[in-house]
């Protein structure tokens, strides 16, 4: 299968700081890459769907200027979570699809702690 | 209604059982569908893609209803290893995923 890469895979932040994560498909041209949240013993949820080169169409009661989405190429999708609280404390996970693959492939997530 | 449905269980089974899961979807448009497994604290994983003649891989069947817009796995000669939570997916272009259905294989 198609291999994605999420970097990093921890944080642990004081509250108020921004954190980037960076989603890369390592074998393929990720035309579209989504950024799901999970908390603990729940399910993923979809926050965002990005597509190479344009603007990120947000889930409904996902704050844009919250988590900043950008996909700038076909190989590189970040998130950043802006001025982040206790609160958005989640496993953060990226996936891509495109290159003629006819599903999403998930990065291995990110763990984000904020004290 | 929920767009994907799964029964979340928990399923808890011995080693060896037969276990079969259920998934409905509410898009009549839906092309495409799929199988993944998530183990705890890790990241979803395809399983397998789900054809509408039915599909095997070693213990896993997967089968597709349209009529009924269902899609069941089938899990047999259960193993200890098998133990995750089973996501559905469906996709007509945007894929959306069930909430998972939990299996505990116990020795």
């Known amino acids: 299968g198609a291999v994605v890469s999420q970097h990093p895979s921890w944080v642990i932040c004081k509250s108020g700081t921004s954190v980037k994560i960076e989603c890369r498909s390592l074998?393929?041209?990720?035309?579209?890459m989504f950024w799901y949240r999970q908390f603990p013993k729940q399910s993923l949820m979809l926050m965002a769907t990005?597509?190479?080169?344009?603007?990120?169409?947000?889930e409904q009661g996902v704050e844009k200027d919250k988590f900043l989405i950008n996909h700038a190429s076909l190989t590189l999708s970040t998130l950043t979570v802006t001025s982040a609280h206790p609160e958005d404390s989640s496993f953060y996970i990226c996936?891509?699809?495109?290159?003629?693959?006819?599903?999403?492939?998930f990065g291995p997530g990110t763990r984000l702690l904020v004290l | 209604r929920k767009e994907v449905e799964q029964d979340p269980g928990p399923f808890n089974v011995p080693e060896g059982a037969t276990v079969a899961f259920n998934c409905t979807y509410s898009?009549?448009?839906?092309?495409?569908f799929f199988w993944y497994r998530q183990d705890c604290r890790k990241e979803p994983k395809l399983l397998m893609s789900?054809?509408?003649s039915g599909n095997e891989d070693g213990r896993f069947t997967a089968q597709l209803n349209r009529a009924s817009q269902y899609i069941s796995l089938l899990i047999r000669d259960s193993k200890l290893s098998d133990s995750a939570t089973y996501l559905c997916?469906?996709?007509?272009?945007?894929?959306?995923f069930g909430a998972g259905t939990r299996l505990t294989v116990k020795p």
């Open positions: 996936s891509a699809m495109g290159g003629g693959l006819e599903t999403q492939y």
């Open positions: 074998d393929f041209q990720a035309t579209t």
């Open positions: 990005s597509n190479e080169g344009s603007k990120a169409t947000y």
């Open positions: 898009n009549s448009a839906s092309q495409s």
């Open positions: 789900v054809y509408s």
């Open positions: 997916v469906v996709s007509n272009n945007d894929m959306r």
